[in-house]
């Protein structure tokens, strides 16, 4: 940017070293306060600097970039030469300073401001952030490095369209599944991680929102040793809830109009476990320990949400082509059994792109989420042995398979959410 250096308009330059110098001082005081030796005014100038430097020519902007990266040299030899340390974050705020400074010199307002308002945040928070990443697992870093790089690296490299004949297989609608799942998992293992001594309650809670079945298990697990066995009904019950919550969400985000017929039978069953949660009731209290669940983002989950996404989708594809609704219908029963999430998104991605309705992409929903909540019962068998509760615990999970099981077939027979879509 070349203009004339003796006719510079005023109004447009004073509003610029205002901005500038503010930016400048924003950072520097923070430097300040952190006892560094260059704070406020080295900071402003630096900024003023970058922004006259933009004002006159792109030549210059490179000239004071030379003079800055100087100015960084000789403060990190002093450095070095006091206490023997380098100040890295110092140096890198300063540049990132200047470049701020030329972007208000080109006219820019909103990314150097904010620019300038988030690395003050970052350089504010240095203890938090540093106790933050402290506390991290490295499986919970590769999971979130993962999360990374399926969502925003190999997603959009990937077809957005049938690459078989039979139109059964869309890399783009099964990888899109995979980043649905396993973002919802990653995002509630953050806070189970975090609130998970509050007690098993809310462990189940956000257990039931990452896997219902690994969560059962080990909540059962932990109840039997701490001799609290006539909770694992109720925790049972509250997975359950928590299950039919994300599978909803997972069906209204692929296919919004699958709702009709989804939300009325996952009420309806959510409010029959809730009912027996009430009447089984006990007084909670705290247990000491953290929920033990595996992180939930590896390869090993990513390719297996993938293939089992992709089964479940050519296997109701064809089901339903030979059989009608009824063959969808069954491959929710029997692809619950293995991942009621994984086919909710199957069934809803297929009523997105019009193979099956909406209503019969709900039912399926609603089929898959009953198959989940069943197979919970042998995994608390297998950790509680106790006939009593398991008892009790049947007569409860096959009142809320019977009531989902009434509502999908009367929405069946009766084609209810059919006529809602409709109208």
């Known amino acids: ?24 001082m924003l950072v520097g005081m923070e430097r300040e306060w952190s006892n560094k030796d260059v704070g406020v005014r080295s900071f402003a100038i630096v900024a003023l600097l970058g922004m006259l430097a933009s004002v006159i020519s792109n030549s210059v902007v490179i000239a004071s970039l030379v003079g800055v990266l100087l100015l960084i040299a000789a403060m990190n030899t002093r450095s070095i030469l006091s206490d023997h340390s380098l100040e890295i974050t110092t140096s890198a705020a300063l540049l990132v300073n ?5 972007l208000v010199g080109l006219g820019h307002i909103f990314t150097p401001v904010a620019g300038a308002i988030v690395m003050t945040m970052l350089l504010a928070w240095k203890t938090e952030l540093s106790r933050f990443a402290g506390g991290l697992l490295p499986s919970e870093i590769r999971s979130a490095v ?61 257990g039931g929102l990452v896997n219902s079945s690994a969560t059962v298990a080990e909540l059962a697990g932990r109840a039997v040793e701490t001799g609290m066995i006539a909770r694992t009904t109720t925790l049972c019950l509250l997975t359950t809830i928590a299950m039919f919550a994300r599978n909803l969400v997972l069906a209204t985000l692929f296919s919004p109009k699958s709702l009709s017929a989804t939300l009325v039978p996952l009420l309806a069953m959510s409010l029959v476990a809730g009912l027996w949660m ?43 082509r030979r059989f009608g609704s009824y063959g969808m219908l069954a491959t929710g029963v029997f692809g619950g059994l293995v991942s ?72 069946r027979v009766f084609q209810f959410s059919e006529l809602l879509l409709r109208k």
Not at 149 to 156: A, K, Q, T
């Open 278 to 320: 009430w009447r089984d009731r006990v007084i909670e209290q705290t247990v000491p320990g953290t929920l033990k669940l595996a992180s939930p983002i590896s390869l090993t989950k990513v390719l297996w949400f993938g293939t089992l996404f992709i089964a479940i989708q050519i296997a109701g594809t064809l089901l339903t």
């Open 340 to 411: 009621s999430a994984s086919t909710t998104a199957a069934a809803a991605t297929m009523a997105m792109h019009g193979s099956i309705s909406p209503a019969l992409a709900g039912s399926t929903t609603v089929l898959a989420s009953l198959s989940s909540a069943a197979v919970n019962l042998p995994i608390v068998w297998r950790a509680a042995k106790s006939k009593a509760v398991v008892r009790r615990l049947s007569v409860e999970v096959f009142t809320v398979v019977a009531m989902g099981v009434a509502a999908v077939v009367v929405d």
């Open 146 to 206: 993962l999360l990374g790089l399926i969502g925003f690296v190999i997603y959009p490299v990937l077809p957005k369209r049938y690459i078989d004949p039979w139109q059964l297989f869309n890399p783009s609608d099964a990888w899109i599944s995979v980043i649905a799942i396993a973002g919802i998992g990653f995002v509630n293992y953050v806070f189970l991680r975090i609130y998970s001594t509050r007690g098993l309650y809310l462990s189940a809670l956000f």
């Open 98 to 102: 200047y470049l701020l400074g030329v």
């Open 1 to 24: 940017m070349q203009m004339d250096s003796t006719h510079f308009p005023a109004t447009p330059i004073a509003l610029k070293m205002g901005v500038a110098i503010g930016i400048g």
